[in-house]
């Protein structure tokens, strides 16, 4: 049996309206980013990583 887990891990703190209005995450402006909530976001994504192990 193989069991295989993929993600793209994304910024999940960009408000809905900007990704629908530029049609996806590429062309968001960067003056959405923070640090602290980027942090979380890495902490989130290694346990998660931890977890699928």
Known sequence: MKIG???ERPYRWLPEEEI???H???AVSNRFFDAEKA???YNYYIDENCYAE
Do not use: E, G, P, V
């Open 5 to 7: 887990y993929f993600t």
């Open 20 to 22: 629908l209005k530029n």
């Open 39 to 41: 942090a979380d976001d």
């Open 24 to 26: 996806s995450f590429f």
